[in-house]
């Protein structure tokens, strides 16, 4: 995009948002990241019980991302956890800072962007909504689970736990800056993350999937690198896709990037296969009646006992994209 500052928002939650975004922070673009608040559990959950604060977790998170590296004194406090304690044990300083900050301000956006301008974040950090709300899931057997917590670690792990569907326990309006920043941009990222906990609430939220797909902004997913035991069971690159448009619209998006599971060292698969989790497998032929989608595969994962993305492979293939709109396969 020649003369002009792309305007990125990178859609999600958890772990998926936050190596995402410190992938893109050293490219020259603008950047809104826009944060599922569905969270219930550990010190977000904590701290939306006691203080009626929206889970500030992932949000915390996602500013610690866009920190610049000099700030590493500020992001390690952001991001550390008292051990003892029994009032503050298990919370991180930066979800007690954010929960301070929205007392004073008495506006969680506030807040969080107050945050930012203290971190000297690039970019910003929006919550997907202000309201307060519960994630269900129904499974294929009829069963409910109610909370966040409880359909990312469900208690009883049977072989074949599937989610059917997930909601939202009441209507939630969508932030009005997450609105706007979506008009605005000129590329939307989703993914990677726990499909169901952490992508799809961001679309369950009324108004976030009408402005998505009224936007002209060229969509880019992240598929995840491997599959989730009790979430994802077995899914390959397309079940993800399908999943996903199901929830937003079809033939959503116009990128798709696609980890090369052929390329995960044995000692990774089999680390893996004994948490029930393999990697995503992608076949080219399963696609074949997008022809909208462009599809790019390549080496996307660290080679570590995590496989998460390597963020510079991932922001190099995002940058080229921007730049290019380059066409694979």
Known sequence: MKNKIPKVVVIGGGTGVFNTLMSLKKYPINLTAIVSIADDGG????????FGILPPGDIRRALVALAPDSAKILTKLFNYRFENGSGLKGHSFGNLFLTALTSITKNFNKAVDDAG???NIKGRVVPVSLDQCRLIAKLK???FIFGETNIDIPKNKEKNIFIEKIFLNTKVLANPDAIKAIKKADYIIVGPGDLYT???PNFLVTGIREAFEKSKAKKIYICNIVTKFSETNG???IDFLNTLEKYIYKKCF??????????IPKRLIDLYKKEKKLPV???????????????VVDDFARK???LRHDQKKLGDAIWKIINNDYRSS
């Not at 977000?44 to 019980?49: A, I, K, P, Q, T």
């Not at 497998?281 to 599809?295: A, C, D, P, S, V």
């Open 43 to 50: 010190s977000s959950g904590v701290l939306l019980e006691e």
């Open 117 to 119: 301008k203290i971190l």
């Open 141 to 143: 057997s009829g069963i």
């Open 198 to 200: 952490s992508i799809v």
């Open 235 to 237: 899914f390959k690159a």
């Open 254 to 263: 116009d990128f798709m990037l696609v980890n090369d599971f052929k390329k």
């Open 281 to 295: 497998k992608f076949n080219i032929r399963e696609f074949k009646n997008n022809k909208k989608l462009t599809i």
């Open 304 to 306: 570590n006992i995590l």
